[in-house]
C-alpha cells in the first residue's frame, strides 16, 4: 500500500518532466488518445446515459490514465508514477466506510450504487465560498445545520480578520483558520445540533501552515470531522498540499481529496474530463492518502455543473466509480443562476439528480459560480437535499427523462444568467427565514416540480 | 521552396499546434532569406487568430490553444531576433502571471493564449509570481503591459500591492495595469487604481490593444 513516505520518494525520484509537458503532451495526449481508444461518445440528447458498458469502459480508461502518466509534483518537477499493482491495491484497502460527526448526529459514510434506495449523503453549506463576515458566516452555518438532511456542513471561507483582507500564509490567515473552526462549532451549537461534523475543515486554511494552525483541539476541530484538501488539476500536486495531507494523517482525520476538471481545460472535451473526473479518485487516494472524494466537475465557460455535457459527465462519472468500485465519492455542484431565482433551484435539481440516480452523495453547493462574497443562502442547498431525497431510488431513464425537462427550462440562460440577490436581502436570519420574494419562488419551483412528478416541499416556509 | 509554401507550412504548424514542424518552418524562412516579419504578420499571425477563435466557440479545447502558443512561441524565438530594430513586430509586450499565493492558471493561461492569438508578445510568468518579480520582469522585458491575475479574495490584495509598488517607484505611469480573475470587479479595479478590468479574455485583449493605441 502506497503511504505518504512513498509518495515523498517519487516525488522525489519520478522523472523530471516540466510542468507544460506533463499537462499539455503527457496528460492532455493521453486522455484524448483514450477517449479514442475506447470509443467514448457524448450524446446532448441523453444527459443521463444508459448504458453500462460506457460506465466501465470509462472507469478502465481513467485506471490506464493513472497508470500511464501518473500524478505530478511542482515542487521538484517530477512525475510521480503508480504502477498498476499500486493502484489496484489501492482501490481493494481503500476504506468502504466512514463515520463522521459526534452523538446523535453521528453517522457513517457508505458507499451508493446506482439506482440506489438509500439517499445520497448529502454534505450541504458554501462549498467553501467566500462569505465579507462573520455575521454571514453565522447566519450561513446556523441555517444549514438546521436543514433536516444535513449529515454534515460544508462552510463558507472567511475573507476579513480584524477588519483587514485575509493574505495567503500570513498570520491573518491562521487567525481566520481558527476563527472558521470555532465559529463553526458556535453555529452549531447554537441550534442544537452539537455533534455535526465540518467535511471541508478547514476552507479559510488556503495554506497549509493555516490548517495546522487551527489543529488544536482547543478551536474544536475533532478526528470525526472531514479534512478536504484540493488538487491541481490535472492530477498536480505541491509540497504545501502534501504538508496538509500529512498534518490531518497526523490527526488521524479522513482527508477527502477535492478536484475541479473543467470541461473545457485540460481534459478537453466532456467525454476526456469525464475520465479526468473518474481517474483523479484513484491519484487521490494514492497520493493523498485520501478516504473520500469530493469531485466537482465543471464548464469552463459557465463555471458550472448544469448543462448538458455536465450532466452527462457528473453522472457517467457516477456510474463508473459506483460500478467499480467502493469507493465514497461526493459530487460537489455549482449552478450559474443566484438565490432567489427560479433557474438556481432547478439548475441544483437537475445536478442532483444526475449525481444521486448515479450512485454518487452529494454536497451541494456553489450558488452563482461560487465565487462571490455573500451570493449565497441556506435555501438552496435545503432544496439540494429535498431533491437527493426525493430521488433516490430513480431509475437511469428516468432520471433522464427528468433531467432533460429540467435543463431545457434554463439552458438558453447559462450564457447570461440571473445572478438573484445577496444573503441578507434573500434571507432573515433572525426569523430563520428567507425574504417573502424568495418563498413565492420556492412556491413556483414546488409547482414545477410537482408537474415534473417529484414531491418537494421547498422549505417549511412555501 | 516558394515563399507561400513556406508560409503555408508556418500556418500549418501553429494549426497543427506543432512546435517541431514550427521550428523547421521558421529555418526554412531564415534559409530561402524571406522577410522575417512577413513570415511572422502573414504566416503566424493569422493562424493563432484562427485557434484563437476556434478557442471562443469551443471547438477547440485549453491544451490545443496553449501548445498553438508554444509552436508559435518556438517559431517567434528564430525569426524576431532578426527582425531589424525600430520595425514593429508585435502591439506591445504583456507580462503577465498568477499572482502570490494563488496557483489558479486556467483563466490566466487562456488570457495569455488569446494576448498572443491578438499579437501581443507575451511572457507568462506562471502561478504564484511575487509583486517584485511582476514589475522586475516588466523592466527587464520592456514590457507595456501587466497583467495580474487573481481568483481568491485572499489574494485581490496583491493587485493592489503591484500597483503601490509601481507608484511608490514612481514607475506607475510606465506601465498599463490590467487585472482580472473570477472574484475581481470592476470596482475594485476602480479602488485599487488598475487601468483596466478584463472579464474574461476577449475583453482582456480589447483592453491591451486600447491601452496600445492610447500611448
Ligand atoms: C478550477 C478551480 C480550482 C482548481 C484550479 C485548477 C488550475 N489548474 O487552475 C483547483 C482545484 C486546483 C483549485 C484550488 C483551490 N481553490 Co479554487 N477554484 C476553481 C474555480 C472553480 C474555477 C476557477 C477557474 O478556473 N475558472 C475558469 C476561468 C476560465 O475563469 P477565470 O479564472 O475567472 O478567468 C477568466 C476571467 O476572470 C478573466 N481573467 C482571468 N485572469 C485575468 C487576468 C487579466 C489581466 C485579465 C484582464 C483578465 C483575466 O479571463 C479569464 C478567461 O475568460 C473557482 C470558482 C470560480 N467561480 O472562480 C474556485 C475558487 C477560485 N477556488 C477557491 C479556493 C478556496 C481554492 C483552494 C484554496 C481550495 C483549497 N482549500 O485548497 C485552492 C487554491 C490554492 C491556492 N493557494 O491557490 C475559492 C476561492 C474563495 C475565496 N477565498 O475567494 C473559489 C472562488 C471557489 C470557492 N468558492 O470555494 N481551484
Redesign the pocket.
Known amino acids: 500500500m502506497v503511504q505518504i513516505l512513498d509518495v515523498m520518494q517519487k516525488a522525489l525520484e519520478g522523472k523530471p518532466m516540466s510542468e507544460t509537458d506533463y499537462q499539455l503532451r503527457s496528460f492532455a495526449a493521453k486522455v484524448n488518445e483514450k477517449v479514442k481508444e475506447y470509443d467514448i461518445h457524448f450524446d446532448r440528447n441523453t444527459p443521463i446515459p444508459d448504458d453500462p458498458t460506457l460506465a466501465d469502459d470509462a472507469f478502465q480508461a481513467a485506471f490506464d490514465l493513472v497508470v500511464e502518466v501518473g500524478a505530478y509534483c511542482t515542487n521538484t518537477n517530477r512525475v510521480i508514477s503508480y504502477t498498476e499493482s499500486e493502484v489496484k491495491e489501492a482501490l481493494r484497502f481503500a476504506p468502504s466506510e466512514i463515520e463522521f460527526g459526534e452523538g446523535k448526529d453521528r453517522r457513517k459514510l457508505r458507499p451508493r450504487s446506482v439506482g440506489d434506495k438509500n439517499p445520497p449523503w448529502c454534505l450541504l453549506g458554501a462549498?467553501?465560498?467566500?462569505c465579507s463576515s462573520e455575521q454571514s458566516f453565522l447566519a450561513l452555518v446556523e441555517g444549514y445545520a438546521e436543514i433536516p438532511e444535513a449529515n454534515a456542513i460544508t462552510t463558507p471561507?472567511l475573507?476579513r480578520v480584524g477588519g483587514m483582507r485575509i493574505r495567503?500564509a500570513s498570520p491573518l490567515e491562521v487567525l481566520g483558520a481558527q476563527r472558521n473552526a470555532v465559529l463553526f462549532r458556535e453555529a452549531c451549537n447554537r441550534v442544537g445540533r452539537q455533534g455535526m461534523p465540518v467535511m471541508n475543515a478547514l476552507?479559510t486554511a488556503?495554506?497549509d501552515i493555516a490548517l495546522a494552525g487551527a489543529m488544536h483541539p482547543k478551536y474544536g476541530l475533532r478526528q470525526s470531522d472531514g479534512y478536504?484538501?484540493?488538487?491541481?488539476?490535472p492530477m498536480k500536486v505541491d509540497f504545501a498540499r502534501l504538508n496538509k495531507a500529512t498534518v490531518a494523517l497526523g490527526l488521524g482525520g479522513p482527508i477527502g481529496m477535492?478536484?475541479?476538471p473543467?470541461m473545457g481545460g485540460y481534459a478537453g472535451g466532456p467525454e476526456g474530463t469525464a475520465i479526468s473526473n473518474i481517474a483523479h479518485h484513484m491519484m487521490g487516494i494514492l497520493t493523498y492518502q485520501a478516504s473520500w472524494f469530493l469531485p466537482f466537475p465543471?464548464h469552463?465557460r459557465y463555471?458550472s455543473s448544469s448543462c448538458r455535457e455536465l450532466l452527462w459527465l457528473i453522472s457517467l462519472s457516477g456510474q463508473a466509480i459506483s460500478r467499480n468500485t467502493h469507493l465514497l465519492s461526493v459530487n460537489l455542484n455549482y449552478t450559474s443562476a443566484g438565490p432567489s431565482t427560479l433557474m438556481c433551484l432547478l439548475e441544483t435539481s437537475a445536478s442532483v439528480t444526475a449525481a444521486v440516480t448515479s450512485g454518487l452523495h452529494i454536497e451541494s453547493l456553489?450558488v452563482a459560480?461560487?465565487?462571490e462574497e455573500d451570493r449565497t443562502t441556506p435555501v438552496e442547498p435545503r432544496i439540494s437535499a429535498e431533491v437527493g431525497h426525493a430521488v433516490a431510488g430513480m431509475s437511469l431513464a428516468d432520471a433522464n427523462e427528468l433531467v432533460t425537462r429540467l435543463v431545457k427550462g434554463y439552458e438558453d440562460k447559462l450564457q447570461a444568467p440571473p445572478l438573484g440577490k445577496m444573503l441578507f436581502e434573500a434571507w432573515d436570519a433572525d426569523r430563520r427565514r428567507p425574504s417573502k420574494d424568495y418563498i413565492a419562488v420556492l412556491k413556483e419551483y414546488r409547482k414545477k416540480m410537482k408537474s415534473l412528478g417529484i414531491g418537494v416541499r421547498g422549505g417549511p416556509w412555501a | 521552396m516558394s515563399a507561400e509554401k513556406i508560409l503555408e507550412q508556418l500556418r500549418g504548424a501553429v494549426l497543427k499546434y506543432d512546435s517541431d514542424a514550427a521550428v523547421s518552418a521558421a529555418k526554412a524562412v531564415i534559409h530561402a532569406k524571406m522577410d522575417p516579419l512577413q513570415a511572422i504578420e502573414k504566416g503566424l499571425v493569422p493562424a493563432i487568430h484562427d485557434v484563437g477563435e476556434k478557442f471562443e466557440k469551443m471547438e477547440i479545447y485549453l491544451p490545443e490553444l496553449m501548445l498553438a502558443g508554444d509552436a508559435m512561441k518556438s517559431a517567434l524565438a528564430l525569426l524576431l531576433p532578426l527582425v531589424p530594430k525600430g520595425e514593429k513586430t508585435s502591439k506591445a509586450t504583456v507580462v503577465?502571471g498568477t499572482v502570490q499565493?494563488?496557483?489558479?492558471?486556467?483563466?490566466?493561461n487562456?488570457?495569455s493564449s488569446m494576448l498572443m492569438a491578438g499579437g501581443f508578445e507575451v511572457i507568462d510568468l506562471g502561478v504564484n509570481v511575487k509583486t517584485s518579480t511582476f514589475v522586475d520582469e516588466a523592466k527587464a522585458r520592456g514590457a507595456k503591459i501587466i497583467?495580474?491575475?487573481a481568483?481568491?479574495?485572499?489574494t485581490i490584495g496583491s493587485q493592489k500591492d503591484i500597483i503601490d509598488y509601481l507608484s511608490a517607484s514612481g514607475d506607475r505611469r510606465r506601465f498599463t495595469v490590467?487585472?482580472?480573475?473570477?472574484?475581481t470587479t470592476q470596482e475594485w479595479s476602480d479602488e485599487i487604481g488598475a487601468d483596466?478590468?478584463?472579464?474574461?479574455?476577449v475583453h482582456?485583449v480589447k483592453?491591451a490593444s486600447k491601452a496600445v493605441k492610447g500611448r
Open positions: 462549498g467553501g465560498g467566500a471561507a475573507t495567503p476552507s488556503e495554506s478536504m484538501i484540493c488538487c491541481m488539476d477535492c478536484f475541479g473543467m465543471l469552463l463555471v456553489g459560480s461560487n465565487k | 503577465i499565493g494563488d496557483v489558479h492558471e486556467i483563466g490566466k487562456i488570457v497583467g495580474a491575475s481568483l481568491m479574495s485572499s490590467l487585472v482580472g480573475g473570477g472574484p483596466g478590468w478584463g472579464k474574461n479574455a482582456a483592453l
